[in-house]
């Protein structure tokens, strides 16, 4: 079974940053592409960046573009998200997971992890 795990959230005053680290494991994360989603109280949950099963980052919302870098380490089954110049609407729970086009839009592939917490102050 797959399983995504997500770290490295935390309370970060605004303009700071935060990497946040997730680890699959399963063969899903080798042959598929990565996004990073997002879900704040009381709304649906995003998706954030995504990067191809290569490396190539190649989606970015509009609300993180310049400031959020998705990466990722194949030997390591581990897709990083370089969060920075925060700020307080950036505040939610990130997840991870392995995503695939189909039909007419990008679906998540695996069960969703426990997702790690991102809180910044103003």
């Known amino acids: 079974q797959v399983q995504m795990v997500e770290s490295g959230g935390g309370l970060v005053q605004a303009g700071g940053s935060l990497r946040l680290s997730c680890v699959a494991s399963?063969?899903?994360?080798?042959?598929?592409?990565m996004g990073w989603y997002r879900q704040a109280p009381g709304k649906e949950r995003e998706l954030v960046a995504r990067?191809?099963?290569?490396?190539?980052?190649?989606y970015y919302a509009d609300s993180v573009k310049g400031r959020f870098t998705i990466s990722r380490d194949n030997a390591k089954n581990t897709v990083y998200l370089q969060l920075n110049s925060l700020k307080p609407e950036d505040t939610a729970v990130y997840y991870c997971?392995?995503?695939?086009?189909?039909?007419?839009?990008?679906?998540?592939?695996?069960?969703w992890g426990q997702g790690t917490q991102v809180t910044v102050s103003s």
């Open positions: 399963g063969s899903i994360f080798s042959f598929n592409a």
């Open positions: 990067i191809t099963s290569g490396g190539i980052p190649n």
């Open positions: 997971n392995a995503v695939k086009f189909v039909g007419t839009g990008w679906s998540a592939l695996a069960s």
